[in-house]
């Protein structure tokens, strides 16, 4: 952390540098081949009831402005595992491909997916087995005081940290790979029934169908059913996942291991934080992948970034010699969830912003309720 | 006799035995004159000029070569030819009679002309022509004569070693030794000796000598020029230079070149050498043959130096006024250097004049700096002082940005060198040098950066007997830097550390023709990995602190240089470096079946102080050989094997400054390199030209690279992060040069190639899955031109052009959506290349006038860096587009023109 850190504040300095000496900053085009030759498989088998989820899509361009997904319809996906049995995934929307729930996934065995696109070209992920994990035992949180600077002064950017215990598990060989993934949720309010347009230098009232308001015959604007889309349940998604290779296990234990940081803002707590955290035990292979993921989420943006190495995945081709990158992987996964209270934290939160769209304007919300929200 | 006078007369002797030698002598009259025994006890002189007035004969001679000669006894009854044939028998002498009256009295004619070519060329070079004489022809002994003596430099009274002794008529030549001494075996009779070393002037002795004798003379250094052409490098005396792989440097040339804001720059002037090369522009350090920053062991005064530059790479750490003499090896370096594994920069410090006070002050456009030197007590004590300082804060607040409010930023660096000298006799000489170097710089409200080197040292020179010398070096160094953060709630100070003592003896021993070098060098390292401390109370920032680690290395080296005959020279040695690791310490120890992770440590093992955790042995043999093929080309071969037991760890291509030196231990083996090189240098048209080829392989082993996505800066298992592997570099050098003429300069090529490979047990304890890759260095094409045309004496135009291949990167070339995340899809390690680099850079220097006696001289440098304003990458790195996808952007830090002004004034 503190190294990242380091350098991404030495970028600062060297900025002054730069422009001291007239530097520039220039696009560098290189000769490389075509992003849509290549084939992106993701999926991923757990010991959670199914149905289990394979995507397959082409490789984004560099220069793509936006993540639009094309994705590869039509293939045949199986998956396989080491018992014999086999289960073929069917094509749910194009390019997502989605298991009828025959197979389910159990600790020690080892599975992998057979695709062949519509061309006829095919590939295979290596087997990957699930390997057994321990319970997440404890989630604690800790406000910590921050800010950071601004060219008007310094801004409060508070977090609660996020620690938690678990038992390591029994592992395979000796060897554990753990990920653990967080995911915050919080609920938000909006105004939908607020919005209004500009017309003729006059603000009209213009509310979204959602919120339940609209305008009598009287050309009133009253409530005529309940809003849809005034509450939404946010989701934070970590940046980068977080591994078990640099902590150390004690007595078969990890202890205080921060899993993630919760923003304090007055949309997280306007009124509770879910933060919940999945111990998913991996293969070396998945943990391999993921330890790469992670390098290169680190290493963003700082001007002195280490490179980082190539992400290969389990998949590779089978009668062509098409590039893909992709990974199909097995897992167990135990999961733990805690609330964070507003009055938990040590000040008093300003009201939630006068948002005047329906509650989805907040990042990664949805307007149904999680089932685990309480 | 002036040497203007002398030349002319050869010049009339030289038309006649040109002619001469082409025609048969008919005229036999004038030898069958009989004698009458009235020259006994005449000189043969005295005789000729008789002969002269008493007939119509001519007699052609030039005096000095008759002078010994006399009739010592009668011969009247003689013809003249039996006579001469008997007086000149034994010489090299010899007479042709042309026409019925003429005589010419000739020496061996290839001789007489390289020695009146020697001569004018001397004087045409404005050099200083000093004539011996030993002996005379009566008394002259049969075979070969010894004259030798030791050289000194003018101001500091200090033996200079290595200087070059071209005997002129014979195309041989020696080399002073360490000592300053030389000796030379020469047929009885008239010879020229030129003497040239960097830093010096060159100093012609015309030398008549019929027995031994002894010369021992003073050499000016060539601050107070009087000559017009100065040699580029040495490369003009690679054929007769007795140590294959050296190159020594000529700061005067240095300070000639262009340099960035007309900061002169000693480490970028190795970077224009063959086989030199940089990661990019203003990149910290150089890479030799293929190799990374840290294989250079540069040596300041003896103590080895972790920091080579300032402002990352901007500037050099080293005061070029404060420099003496500069060696630099890249391939078959001797046995007294050992410790890192690519090259070896030996930097002396300057002396302070014995004589009389002088100085200098230079002001540039980002620093000014400051010399002065004198005796304390004349021709006993000396003290040299230098200081430089930049004052480029005024630059940067002058910026108007976007990025912060830069008024109160601040760039500061200074670098200070003290040496004080004294004599306490001819045979013993103490010096005492102190160098400090400081950088800061601070932004606004963020953080400052800190470096800062600091080193002392002290070297007694003692002459037990005549041919024994010695060297004791003792001192003291520490490296280190620091990262503050001022910000009240996260205040921090993150620092790194290395202290270093050094003790050390060397032993000089030159016995016929060998010249035996031995010592034994001790070196104790305490190394302060990280520490991070709250800086402030209220500070959030965790306290870390890296336990300290404790090593030394000490070496035993024996060496020696054998002059086989004329042709041949051995240099050849044996270095034996001991390196060990040693406690206090804790040592985690790993699952031994599974690779080197955090979450796989089993036990740990603890070691009291001074406890020896683990101890490396090696043995590094040395041999190189020059044959000298011809009078004007030799062959040299050279082989070396070298250790290196501190690596800088770093995982990106530029020197940042967290970079972190770690020494070898429990886990990270020594590196090891072994390389070979072969070439052919020639000197054509008599020293006009000079040509070289040459060729080396290196193998390298334990070269240490880190994990894909590893973390290095405070990480107490760094070697968890850390992979070893092997190395191999290969190449081919050729080099031009021109040393004579208004127009000198040299061209050089570089093909090379550098690999890695890292293949461990596992996918993540491999790069690129184990296969060879290009490193970081490998730039295959390598092309310098430099060049300095003198347009007066006072007023030279410089520059250089350099073209490098781009080094190798990784580069994502896709990208991919994985659970709500997108993802770079990198190309495997360094399979891309960023662009070619290539930058022209121009100068005029202005000198003032060279009169030895006048004080005060000033000069003028104009120089423009990058004169075609190409955008050169300094580094890659990628921005995240709209998209989230990381786009490759080149940075290139000087884009334009960059023309700057310095005065220098010498007093």
């Known amino acids: 952390m503190a190294a990242s850190n380091f350098s991404r504040k030495f970028s600062k300095w060297w900025i002054l540098i730069f422009t001291l000496l007239d530097s520039c900053v220039d696009r560098i085009e290189f000769d490389i081949p075509p992003a849509q030759n290549q084939l992106v498989v993701e999926g991923m088998i757990s010991d959670d009831p199914g149905p289990y989820t394979v995507r397959i899509s082409r490789a984004l361009d560099l220069e793509a402005d936006s993540v639009v997904i094309s994705p590869v319809k039509q293939a045949k996906v199986k998956l396989l595992d080491d018992e014999g049995r086999s289960e073929n995934f069917s094509e749910t929307s194009p390019g997502v491909y989605v298991t009828g729930g025959l197979i389910r996934g159990k600790v020690g065995n080892r599975y992998h997916i057979w695709l062949e696109t519509q061309e006829g070209e095919q590939f295979e992920s290596q087997p990957d087995a699930i390997r057994s994990v321990g319970p997440v035992e404890n989630i604690r949180f800790e406000f910590e005081a921050r800010s950071i600077t601004e060219n008007y002064g310094p801004v409060r950017a508070d977090v609660f940290n996020v620690y938690m215990d678990a038992n390591a598990g029994a592992g395979t060989d000796g060897e554990k790979f753990v990920r653990w993934k967080f995911t915050g949720t919080y609920e938000v309010l909006s105004y939908p029934e607020r919005h209004f347009i500009w017309a003729l230098g006059f603000t009209l009232p213009d509310p979204y169908p959602c919120s339940g308001y609209d305008f009598d015959e009287a050309g009133n604007l009253v409530s005529m059913g309940p809003c849809t889309c005034c509450s939404c349940w946010a989701h934070h998604y970590e940046s980068q996942p977080s591994l078990s290779d640099g902590q150390q296990v004690v007595n078969n234990q990890y202890y205080n291991i921060k899993v993630g940081e919760v923003p304090i803002t007055s949309a997280t707590f306007y009124n509770k934080y879910q933060v919940e955290v999945a111990q998913m035990s991996l293969s070396r292979t998945a943990f391999e992948f993921f330890k790469l993921v992670r390098a290169q989420k680190e290493g963003a943006g700082s001007l002195f970034q280490p490179p980082s190495g190539e992400i290969k995945g389990n998949i590779s081709p089978l009668n062509n010699s098409k590039p893909i990158v992709g990974l199909f992987y097995a897992t167990s996964i135990n999961r733990k969830s805690v609330y964070i209270q507003r009055s938990d934290v040590p000040y008093n939160i300003p009201p939630i912003a006068e948002i005047r769209y329906p509650c989805t304007w907040y990042e990664n919300s949805t307007n149904v309720k999680p089932s685990n929200w309480e | ?907």
């Open chain 2, 1 to 907: 006799m002036s040497a203007v006078n002398r030349s002319s007369l050869l010049r009339r002797v030289a038309v006649f035995i040109v002619v001469f030698s082409s025609i048969v002598a008919r005229g036999q009259d004038i030898l069958q004159h009989q004698l009458d025994g009235t020259e006994q006890g005449k000189s043969l002189a005295v005789f000729f000029e008789e002969l002269e007035k008493s007939s119509k004969v001519r007699v052609y001679f030039i005096t000095e070569w008759i002078e010994p000669i006399s009739f010592q006894r009668s011969y009247a009854g003689m013809t003249l030819e039996d006579a001469l044939s008997d007086l000149m028998n034994g010489t090299d002498l010899s007479f042709i009679a042309m026409y019925p009256d003429a005589l010419v009295i000739i020496k061996d004619p290839t001789q007489a002309l390289l020695r009146k070519r020697a001569i004018e060329e001397a004087v045409k070079q404005n050099q200083r022509v000093d004539t011996y004489r030993f002996g005379d022809r009566g008394k002259a002994r049969k075979g070969r004569l010894i004259i030798s003596g030791q050289v000194t430099g003018s101001r500091s009274l200090d033996p200079i070693p290595r200087v070059n002794i071209q005997v002129s008529d014979t195309e041989r030549g020696t080399t002073t030794d360490e000592s300053g001494k030389y000796v030379l075996s020469l047929e009885p009779g008239v010879h020229v000796l030129t003497f040239s070393s960097i830093e010096y002037e060159t100093k012609v002795i015309d030398l008549l000598a019929y027995e031994d004798g002894v010369i021992d003379f003073i050499m000016e250094e060539s601050g107070v020029m009087l000559d017009e052409v100065v040699i580029h490098g040495n490369f003009g005396r690679e054929v007769t230079t007795g140590k294959v792989g050296l190159t020594r440097l000529s700061m005067v040339e240095v300070k000639r070149a262009p340099a960035l804001l007309g900061e002169v720059d000693l480490v970028k002037q190795v970077q224009t050498l063959p086989g030199v090369t940089t990661a990019g522009e203003a990149a910290a350090g150089f890479n030799v043959r293929g190799g990374s920053v840290d294989q250079n062991l540069i040596l300041y005064d003896d103590m080895p130096s972790f920091n080579s530059s300032h402002v990352l790479g901007f500037f050099s750490a080293f005061n070029s006024e404060a420099i003496k003499d500069v060696s630099f090896y890249k391939g078959g370096v001797p046995a007294e250097y050992g410790g890192r594994t690519s090259s070896v920069l030996d930097i002396r410090s300057r002396d302070g004049d014995f004589r009389k006070w002088n100085g200098n002050v230079g002001i540039g456009l980002a620093t000014s700096n400051f010399m002065i030197n004198g005796p304390i007590k004349k021709d006993t004590t000396s003290v040299a002082v230098s200081f430089r300082t930049t004052y480029s804060d005024w630059l940067v607040r002058s910026i108007e940005t976007e990025y912060a409010d830069l008024s109160k930023s601040s760039v500061s660096f200074y670098d200070a060198t003290m040496k004080l000298t004294h004599l306490f006799n001819s045979r013993t000489r103490l010096s005492v040098t102190g160098y400090s170097s400081n950088d800061a710089m601070r932004l606004v409200g963020d953080s400052t950066y800190q470096w800062n080197n600091l080193q002392f040292s002290a070297k007694l020179s003692h002459q037990f007997t005549e041919k024994l010398n010695s060297e004791f070096v003792a001192g003291v160094g520490s490296y280190g830097y620091s990262v503050e953060n001022p910000d009240y709630l996260t205040a921090s100070k993150l620092s790194f550390r290395i202290n270093t003592i050094l003790a050390k003896a060397a032993f000089n021993y030159p016995l016929d023709r060998h010249n035996l070098n031995f010592g034994l060098q001790m070196l104790h390292y305490r190394f302060s990995p990280g520490t991070l401390t709250p800086g402030s109370p209220a500070s959030n920032a965790e306290s870390i602190t890296l336990e300290k680690q404790y090593s030394i290395e000490n070496s035993l080296y024996v060496g020696d240089e054998l002059t086989v005959n004329d042709r041949i020279l051995i240099e050849g040695g044996i270095r034996l470096p001991v390196f060990i690791s040693l406690g206090p310490a804790t040592v985690k120890l790993y699952d031994p079946q599974s690779p080197l992770e955090v979450s796989n440590v089993s036990d740990s093992l603890n070691f009291g102080t001074a406890q020896p955790i683990e101890t490396y042995v090696g043995i590094e043999p040395r041999l190189s050989f020059r044959w000298k093929a011809t009078e004007s080309s030799s062959i040299k071969f050279g082989y070396n094997r070298m250790y290196q037991y501190l690596n800088l760890v770093t995982n990106t291509t530029a020197v940042t400054p967290v970079d972190i030196w770690l020494p070898s231990g429990y886990y990270i083996k020594p590196q090891r390199a072994d390389q070979v090189s072969i070439g052919y240098f020639t000197d054509l048209r008599s020293g006009k030209y000079a040509v070289s080829v040459e060729a080396f392989y290196k193998a390298l082993d334990n070269i240490v690279d880190f994990k894909d996505g590893a973390k290095l800066v405070l990480n107490p298992q760094i070697e968890t992060d850390l992979l070893q592997g092997k190395g191999t570099a290969y190449g081919v050098e050729m080099s031009i040069t021109k040393n004579t003429g208004r127009l000198t300069g040299n061209v050089n090529y570089t093909y090379s190639r550098s690999f890695r490979q890292v293949a461990g047990p596992t996918s993540s304890e491999s790069v690129n899955s184990g296969n060879q890759y290009p490193s970081n260095f490998d730039q295959p094409h390598i092309a310098n031109l430099a060049w300095k045309y003198s347009l007066s004496r006072r007023l030279f135009f410089t520059g250089n052009f350099t073209y490098h291949t781009g080094r190798p990167v990784s580069i994502p070339l896709s990208a991919f959506q994985f659970e709500n995340n997108t993802i770079a899809y990198f190309s495997g390690r360094n399979q891309h290349r960023i662009p070619d680099y290539h930058r022209l850079d121009l100068a005029l220097i202005i000198e003032g006038h060279k009169k030895r006696k006048k004080k005060g001289e000033g000069s003028w440098v104009i120089s423009v860096y990058n004169v075609y304003g190409r955008n050169n990458p300094y580094t890659v790195f990628f921005k995240s587009s709209g998209a989230g996808i990381p786009q490759p952007y080149q940075l290139s830090i000087i884009g334009s023109p960059l023309p700057s002004i310095s005065y220098n004034y010498r007093f």
